[in-house]
């Protein structure tokens, strides 16, 4: 059966934002969706004629978007939420992060944590994730239990892990994995090389290799801290970026993570390699890495993503308001007021992480062919009324909790804000059972941590 031929849901909500070529707000229109697909966006009473037997869905009140992308993440490091602040990079990663991962990393871990940013993600409109962490099957499994489209990095570090001896045995796992999973259409890969400084010149030639011959993006953390690009310049004799560019890692295929401490030459040679950039502004933030050049970027019309990295550096894995303060970080640093605005800044969490992923084709916009991802946002409550623009008052006024239905690939993930399907339901029980297991071992860790049950949040 082809989409054109599966029965059909009419979604009907007061506005949507397509997020494609033309108007950016539509009102009175309907979103045809059969089978995995969107098939039309056509006036309601267009969409009714063509489709008189069709389950109506009336969403008055709403704002309909394509599914948020999630750009840059560490998914299972949701279990680490918290217990690693107030540090910078260098110290939360060797004396926090590094030791915790070290004695509690399986994939276990990986799966729990996994259900946990999952849930926060679909929770807050998020439908697709970029993740760059071990054990990637158990990010899959956790994903798919869920009913989330995921981007599993296929990770590559210097060190070993309990996941891995090195890069060549990293990469022979991930490629293993990503031909095991070859027909879930909801799972697809990145090469991720964890960073310029973590990943030798062999490993990185490795991956630059298998880009060409894969076609597959690479996924890695790039100018993150001064520190990093003193060290590296100091180690290697030119700033990362450069050695990556004589690697032959400089192009279309590049995610380069962070990115916060460019120079206009640096700028200049991602725009002409066609890169794209993944901000993610509270990580920066929070960690004190500084405020990245996006006016600069946008001006040279970098591709430009939005990422909320994980947990145990943001803290919420939340990226409608990881989007609100790229946008007004952006208007502070540059002192101009219509840098990176709403429109644009919807277009950043949606089309161009698509983009950056090499998915543009499937999701990240609101068009007939593409895969239906939706998020419906209810604009009707009193805290957000008079609305003037819509995709306004979704950047600067809403939030995750307006978030009220789901669909990923045509199926209703989430339902008037509750997980819609037994699958997911069973999942989340089943990980409340080893909440406390997970607060208790990773306690031992943490100055000052609770070690009591009780003190941890339901979800």
């Not at 969706?33 to 109506?56: K, N, W």
């Not at 840059?72 to 107030?86: E, F, K, N, P, V």
């Not at 916009?365 to 805290?383: M, N, Y």
Request: hydrophobic content about 45%.
């Amino acid at each position: 059966m082809t989409p054109n031929d599966a029965p059909a849901l009419l979604i009907s909500p007061e506005w949507i934002a397509p997020v494609a070529s033309g108007p950016d707000i539509l009102v009175g229109h309907t979103v045809i969706v059969q089978a995995d697909r969107i098939t039309g966006v056509l006036p309601r009473e267009a969409a009714s004629q063509l489709h008189p037997e069709a389950m109506h869905q009336e969403l008055p009140g709403h704002l309909l978007i394509p599914g948020l992308v999630n750009a840059h993440t560490h998914a299972a490091m949701a279990l680490l939420q918290g217990a690693a602040d107030d540090l910078p990079l260098e110290r939360w990663l060797t004396e926090r992060i590094w030791p915790m991962e070290g004695a509690l990393m399986s994939e276990e871990f990986v799966h729990d944590g996994t259900i946990l940013a999952c849930h926060e993600m679909l929770m807050g409109g998020i439908t697709t994730f970029n993740d760059m962490y071990f054990y990637p099957q158990a990010c899959a499994r956790a994903a798919l239990s869920l009913g989330m489209r995921a981007v599993l990095g296929i990770v590559v570090i210097d060190f070993p892990t309990a996941y891995g001896s090195g890069p060549q045995d990293y990469l022979a796992k991930g490629l293993a994995l990503r031909d095991a999973m070859r027909h879930e259409d909801l799972i697809s890969f990145t090469l991720a090389p964890h960073a310029p400084y973590s990943v030798a010149d062999a490993a990185l030639t490795d991956v630059a290799r298998l880009c060409a011959e894969l076609q597959l993006p690479v996924h890695m953390h790039v100018h993150e801290t001064e520190q990093e690009v003193a060290e590296h310049l100091e180690r290697y004799g030119v700033r990362p970026l450069h050695r990556l560019e004589r690697l032959g890692l400089l192009g279309p295929e590049l995610i380069a993570v962070h990115a916060v401490h460019l120079n206009e030459a640096e700028m200049q040679l991602l725009a002409r390699h066609g890169a794209s950039v993944v901000h993610c502004p509270h990580s920066n933030l929070k960690l004190g890495s500084g405020i990245a050049p996006v006016a600069r970027m946008l001006e040279l019309g970098i591709n430009l993503a939005i990422g909320t990295d994980g947990s145990a550096s943001n803290n919420r894995l939340d990226l409608l308001q990881e989007t609100r303060t790229a946008s007004l970080l952006a208007k502070g640093a540059s002192k101009d007021a219509a840098v990176f605005g709403a429109h644009r800044a919807l277009r950043a969490a949606t089309l161009d992480a698509a983009r950056a992923l090499g998915c543009a084709d499937r999701i990240g916009s609101i068009e007939p062919g593409k895969q239906a991802d939706l998020v419906s946002i209810d604009l009707a409550t009193h805290s957000l009324q008079p609305i003037h623009d819509p995709i306004s008052h979704l950047i600067f006024s809403a939030g995750r909790e307006s978030v009220t239905n789901v669909w990923i690939a045509g199926q209703s993930v989430v339902v008037k804000r509750q997980m819609a399907n037994a699958r997911a339901r069973d999942a989340l029980a089943d990980m409340r059972a080893r909440k406390v297991m997970w607060h208790n071992r990773l306690g031992q860790f943490v100055p000052g941590s609770l070690q009591s049950g009780s003190a941890l949040s339901r979800f």
